[in-house]
Each structure stands twice: as structure tokens, then as C-alpha cells.
């Protein structure tokens, strides 16, 4: 079974530092990552995603993330972080399943507030 | 915007009740997800369909169903609500199940219909 975890469920940085919200996965096979943003009282966006090819991939809104297959990790970054930037943030994972289909799942979320 | 409309954007009903929720995909996808996000729970995943076709379940309750007609609009069905049912619930879409990656892999989301149960 696919799972997804993001350890931390909240994490604070300073305006202007740079910040990171860390995704670990588990799949059989190769998979597909996705970082979505939620602001309150919305529904979730598409930030950025890594199917294949360059481990570095870059997204919306200054974000970027590196995929590690050896860790099995897919953490969000940003170099640096803006008050705008609080929201939630969701990493989830698509993979082939049993059945011929994609299935995805998500993280728990992590709240990141950025602090003036 | 995503594309995705969601209606209503908010209901309030009484424990026992019955009601149905909508959603429209975005223009040329095939797919639609239903997740279910309370404060507790997160976000949890109900169920897939594509192209009218039921293709994956998550944590759905039986209480609960869901159908895409030929236009591809879904509706969602809670039935015997009880006040756990609370939530905000939302709507996505994507594109085909190709096996090639591309646009299609990312879902997009609606603006969800906030469910309150009294």
C-alpha cells in the first residue's frame, strides 16, 4: 500500500529566511509526487510536481522541490519565505495499483506560518 | 480559478437527512475525486471516477454515494447524516489515465461545499 507522511504539522520560519516542509513516501515502483497549497476557506492548488527526469523540480510561487529516491523524500523549498506563503500545504503520491489505475494519496498536511 | 465549480458552497441540514452534492470537472477531464476534510481527519479521500465509471474507493462510508453522468458531472450522496459528517467536502478533476505523464496527473481542485450538520 501507498502512503505518504509529513512529519512535522506545523512549521514556522522568519520572513526572508529560507524554509522547507519535508515528505516522505512509500509506493511500489516509480512514482509521481505533487506539493498543493491550501489558503484558508479554498480549495487546494497545484504547486509542483516531479514524474520524471531532473530531481530539482520548480513550481509556482518561488517553490521547488527535490525529489531522492534513495531517501524516498520529496521536500518543498523555498530560499526565501514570504508572509504570504502561510497556508497548508499538502504533499501527495500517484502510482500505478492493482487494478490498472493511478491511486493517489495524500499527506496529513503541514501548516507553514512565515513570521514578519 | 481551477475550473472546478462546486455547488452549493455551503449547506446546513439536520441529523437523518439527506442531500447531494455537485460537481462539475473542469472542460475536457475525465476524472473526478471526492475528498472529505474535517479538523480532525484531514483530508480524506471518498472516491474516484473516470469517465463514468467507478475506478478507485477510499475511506467512503456506506452512507455515502456517488455517481458521474454522461456530461461528466459527479454527485455526491451523504444520506442518515449525523453530526460527524461536518465537513468541507471537495471536488477535483484531472485528465485522462494514460500511462504517459504530462498535465494530466495533477488534480484540480474546487472550492468545496462546507457541509454543517445540526
Known amino acids: 500500500a501507498q502512503s505518504v507522511a509529513q512529519p512535522e504539522d506545523q512549521v514556522n520560519v522568519a520572513e526572508g529566511n529560507p524554509l522547507t516542509v519535508k515528505c516522505t513516501y512509500s509506493?511500489?515502483?516509480?512514482?509521481?509526487l505533487f506539493w498543493y497549497v491550501q489558503y484558508p476557506n479554498r480549495g487546494l492548488q497545484f504547486l509542483l510536481k516531479?514524474?520524471?527526469?531532473?530531481?530539482l523540480v520548480k513550481g509556482s510561487y518561488g517553490f521547488e522541490a527535490e525529489f531522492n529516491k534513495s531517501q524516498t523524500s520529496f521536500h518543498l523549498k523555498k530560499p526565501s519565505a514570504l508572509v504570504s506563503d502561510s497556508a497548508l500545504y499538502f504533499c501527495?503520491?500517484?502510482?500505478?495499483?492493482?487494478?490498472?489505475?493511478?491511486?493517489?494519496?495524500f499527506g496529513t498536511g503541514t501548516k507553514l506560518q512565515v513570521i514578519p | 480559478d481551477s475550473g472546478v465549480t462546486q455547488t452549493p458552497k455551503h449547506l446546513i441540514t439536520a441529523t437523518g437527512q439527506r442531500v447531494t452534492l455537485r460537481c462539475s470537472p473542469r472542460?475536457?477531464?475525465?476524472?473526478v475525486y471526492w475528498y472529505q476534510q474535517s479538523l480532525d481527519q484531514g483530508l480524506q479521500f471518498l472516491i474516484q471516477?473516470?469517465?463514468?465509471?467507478?475506478?478507485a474507493k477510499g475511506n467512503i462510508l456506506e452512507r455515502f454515494s456517488a455517481q458521474q453522468f454522461p456530461d461528466l458531472h459527479s454527485e455526491l450522496n451523504l444520506s442518515s447524516l449525523e453530526l460527524g459528517d461536518s465537513a468541507l467536502y471537495f471536488c477535483?478533476?484531472?485528465?485522462?489515465?494514460?500511462?504517459?505523464?504530462?498535465?494530466?496527473?495533477?488534480?484540480?481542485f474546487g472550492p468545496g461545499t462546507r457541509l454543517t450538520v445540526l
Open positions: 471516477y473516470y469517465n463514468g465509471e467507478e475506478r
Open positions: 472542460s475536457g477531464d475525465l476524472s
Open positions: 509506493v511500489s515502483g516509480n512514482p509521481y
Open positions: 516531479y514524474i520524471t527526469g531532473d530531481n
Open positions: 501527495a503520491v500517484r502510482a500505478w495499483s492493482l487494478g490498472g489505475y493511478q491511486k493517489v494519496t
Open positions: 477535483a478533476s484531472s485528465g485522462g489515465q494514460g500511462a504517459t505523464s504530462g498535465r494530466d496527473n495533477e488534480q484540480f
